[in-house]
């Protein structure tokens, strides 16, 4: 994929975006679980049901993760800074999300068949230095070369800083500075605010 280089990201090391494959997996478990805790989310809930992570990866959510990223189409991507991997976003087509797919709090505001960012990932140490944006950007950038027609996303906006444990939702603020728009507000909440409905159309 292109390098995506913030223009106010701080620092000179540019930021390439790259897929979730099998072998970028431990890439991918620096940024969201580097100690590889056994009972970790591994980004998988959305995804597969316990059944599946039992089939995929014999109860191993690691190996079920690993399983996903073997398919055609990745779970996410990977941001790296300098080649050190430092961000994770999880997207991929909105059918392909179970949880969401099926979910009667976010539910789809038309039949287009959407792409749909839902959790995004930064390491500590690397934050507030323009990761998330070039990030998004890599992230959109994917869905569109696999023909997505849109991608969506499902932040909050909050008035000031955000709870960092629901942080993985994003902000309106970042999403509207890659080109989403507002296009609904869902049922759903993250820390006690509507999670609203982006959607950034190709």
């Known amino acids: 994929m292109k390098t995506n280089q913030d223009p106010q990201a701080t620092g000179t090391a540019r930021i390439e975006v790259k897929p979730l494959t099998e072998e970028r997996m431990e890439d991918f478990a620096t940024v969201v679980n580097p100690n590889h805790r056994e009972k970790h989310c591994w980004c998988l809930s959305h995804r597969l049901s316990a059944t599946e992570i039992r089939e995929r990866g014999a109860g191993d959510r690691f190996e079920a993760m690993r399983s996903l990223s073997a398919e055609p189409i990745a779970p996410g991507v990977i941001a790296y800074r300098g080649g050190e991997p430092v961000g994770w976003c999880s997207i991929s ?99 006690k605010m509507p999670r609203l409905i982006m959607r950034k159309v190709f």
């Open 93 to 191: 087509p909105r059918s392909q999300i179970p949880l969401l797919a099926k979910s009667k709090l976010i539910r789809p505001v038309d039949e287009l068949e959407v792409w749909s960012i839902i959790c995004m990932v930064v390491r500590s140490g690397h934050r507030r230095q323009g990761v998330n944006r070039a990030m998004l950007h890599g992230a959109v950038e994917y869905a569109r070369d696999f023909g997505a027609p849109a991608v969506e996303a499902y932040p909050v906006d909050p008035a000031g800083r955000m709870d960092l444990t629901m942080a993985f939702v994003g902000t309106r603020k970042i999403f509207e500075q890659v080109g989403f728009e507002v296009v609904g507000v869902s049922d759903a909440q993250a820390s």
